[in-house]
């Protein structure tokens, strides 16, 4: 299934037709794998200083994912009761949910990106390989986040039945490991990054469709309530939308330098850590 699910992408990116950029042929393949690998720590130090920049749009964009969750907060019991309870609830629909939840299972996204990456390499294709490095920092960010989220929140999952306001900050266990939803953060995170680079509003409404079948997926597995899955959507959009914008950046100046950037990079010895005033 995992397999099916990565060669259906990978085809469907390959028939995208776009004007690639130049490559450069003289580069060895290390070159450009250890290349790849700095814009990649690039791309995480610019994510980090988006998430700490007080700056207008984000303050913003943090009231409105705020209040989307406080608003779907108010829905989590009672959308729980209706799914659990419903007559829709089949053996075809049981089927179907599981497909939607092997969406956002973190192999397929896995084996995407290295398959997005390896072809791109192994077929000298800049495009191609670019979209599975942008897909890898995308889940490397939102993953990241969402992991932090779930340890320091520590909110109890549906299935304990002990309400959608029992917390235990600091948990470690995934029975307690419910907000935000990683299924929903992956899936909207590989929907995000492959709708902007097929850019076919087929494409996107697909792409996104999936995204959401995982996240209601989720809800009638009884592992998560809605609030989590809107956080985790949201967690997926911020990671999507920040590597894309850097990534516009990057090939506009060929670089990311904006005054006050943390940037991770790594070298021989491990990893330095630098800041750009």
């Given at each position: 299934m995992n397999i099916l699910f990565g060669a259906i992408c990978l085809i469907t990116l390959c028939l995208r037709s776009v004007e690639l950029y130049a490559d450069d042929s003289t580069r060895t393949i290390p070159s450009v794998i250890w290349d790849d690998i700095s814009t990649a720590f690039s791309t995480v130090g610019y994510a980090g200083n988006r998430l700490v920049s007080v700056q207008e749009y984000?303050?913003?964009?943090?009231?409105?994912?705020?209040?989307?969750?406080?608003?779907?907060?108010l829905g989590d019991e009672s959308l729980r009761s209706d799914i659990?309870?419903?007559?829709?609830?089949?053996?075809?629909?049981?089927?179907?949910?599981?497909?939607?939840?092997?969406?956002?299972?973190?192999?397929?996204?896995?084996?995407?990106?290295?398959?997005?990456y390896g072809g791109?390499?192994?077929?000298?294709?800049?495009?191609i390989r670019t979209t599975g490095r942008m897909l890898g920092e995308?889940?490397?960010?939102?993953?990241?986040?969402?992991?932090?989220?779930?340890?320091?929140?520590?909110?109890?999952?549906?299935?304990?039945?002990?309400?959608?306001?029992?917390?235990?900050?600091?948990?470690?266990?995934d029975e307690r490991w419910s907000f935000p939803s990683g299924h929903s953060t992956i899936a909207f995170t590989v929907s995000g990054v492959?709708?902007?680079?097929?850019?076919?509003?087929?494409a996107t409404a697909g792409l996104y469709g999936l995204a959401a079948s995982t996240g209601f997926a989720r809800m009638y597995k009884d592992k998560h309530w809605l609030s989590d899955v809107v956080l985790g959507a949201i967690v997926g959009s911020f990671a999507t939308?920040?590597?894309?914008?850097?990534?516009?950046?990057?090939?506009s100046t060929q670089k990311i330098q904006h005054s006050g950037v943390w940037r991770i990079m790594p070298i021989q010895t491990g990893l330095a850590i630098t800041y750009i005033f």
């Open positions: 984000n303050v913003i964009h943090l009231g409105i994912a705020t209040g989307l969750v406080a608003a779907s907060t659990q309870n419903s007559s829709l609830r089949t053996g075809t629909m049981d089927k179907a949910m599981e497909i939607a939840n092997q969406y956002g299972d973190l192999a397929a996204p896995a084996l995407l990106t290295v398959g997005l791109g390499l192994l077929f000298d294709d800049e495009y995308a889940l490397i960010i939102g993953g990241t986040l969402t992991t932090l989220g779930k340890y320091v929140i520590g909110r109890a999952r549906p299935y304990l039945n002990e309400g959608h306001g029992s917390f235990s900050p600091f948990h470690w266990g492959l709708s902007a680079r097929i850019q076919r509003w087929w939308y920040t590597v894309v914008d850097a990534e516009n950046e990057r090939h």
